[in-house]
């Protein structure tokens, strides 16, 4: 990661630095954010081997970049999702007996048919 930091502006940031902090105490601070920087570096090292270690063979197989979130763009992901096939899914149900199988069909065909001129349940409270 480069986090778009040329030389120039690595240099005018030193000087800066060097104003700020003073001849004195630079050394220091370098000192540290050297540390601060090499402690990042083994934690993310020692992060990276956790995983190889917990995934064995399949973490080399993985193809890290296509995980990236910002190679996202949501109007692909929508216009992908919009052009899917749209396959009927199956949806697993428990075994139901037959006399419960013929009541839940007598219930569904009293519910769908209305009489002539019956108005179509509504409720109030749902809205």
């Known amino acids: 990661m480069s986090f778009g930091l040329t030389f120039d502006k690595l240099l005018i940031i030193g000087i800066i630095a060097v104003f700020l902090l003073g001849p004195d105490r630079l050394p220091y601070y370098a000192s540290q954010l050297a540390r601060l920087v090499r402690s990042l570096r ?26 990236d979130p910002r190679q996202y763009d ?6 992908d999702a919009l ?39 509504f409720d109030n409270e749902a809205t």
């Open 42 to 67: 083994d934690m993310a090292n020692g992060a990276k081997d956790r995983m190889r270690e917990e995934m064995g063979p399949d973490f080399d197989d993985i193809d890290w970049k296509q995980l």
């Open 74 to 79: 949501p109007r692909r992901i929508i216009r």
């Open 83 to 121: 052009l899917e096939d749209d396959s009927p899914s199956v949806t697993l149900r428990p075994p139901v007996s037959a006399a419960v199988a013929q009541q839940q069909a007598a219930l569904a065909e009293r519910q769908s048919q209305l009489e002539a001129g019956e108005r179509a349940p």
